[in-house]
C-alpha cells in the first residue's frame, strides 16, 4: 500500500470524514530537505470531519499528526493540513470566487 492510501486508510477509519482529499506534492519538492527519489514525502491533506467541531487549529492538528505518527517517523517529511468542521465555510471557495476568470 502507498503512503498516500495507508494517509487516507487511517484518516478515513479514525475521523470518518466527510470530504478528504490526499495530495501528494513531493515533485514541487524535489531537491529540497527530506525530499527522496520515488516522492511520499510531501503531502496536502484537505479534509472535512464532524470530529473537529468545537476543536482549537493546534488540537486539529496535533490529532492528524498523532494518527499518522508512524507515517512521519518513515519519511513523510511534510504535511500541509487544511482542516475544518461540516459546519465551517470553505476557505478555497472564497479564493476561487475572488480568483478573475
Aim: glycine content about 6%.
Amino acid at each position: 500500500m502507498s503512503t498516500k492510501d495507508t494517509i487516507i486508510a487511517k484518516l478515513t477509519e479514525a475521523l470518518s470524514p466527510t470530504e478528504l482529499v490526499v495530495i501528494d506534492e513531493s515533485d514541487k519538492h524535489k531537491g529540497h530537505g527530506g525530499w527522496r527519489e520515488g516522492g511520499e514525502t510531501h503531502f496536502r491533506v484537505q479534509i472535512v470531519a464532524e470530529a473537529f467541531s468545537g476543536m482549537n487549529r493546534v488540537n486539529r492538528h496535533r490529532t492528524i499528526n498523532d494518527l499518522l505518527a508512524d507515517e512521519l517517523a518513515a519519511g513523510v517529511h511534510a504535511l500541509a493540513l487544511e482542516i475544518r468542521s461540516p459546519d465551517e465555510p470553505d476557505p478555497r471557495a472564497a479564493r476561487r470566487a475572488q480568483s478573475p476568470s
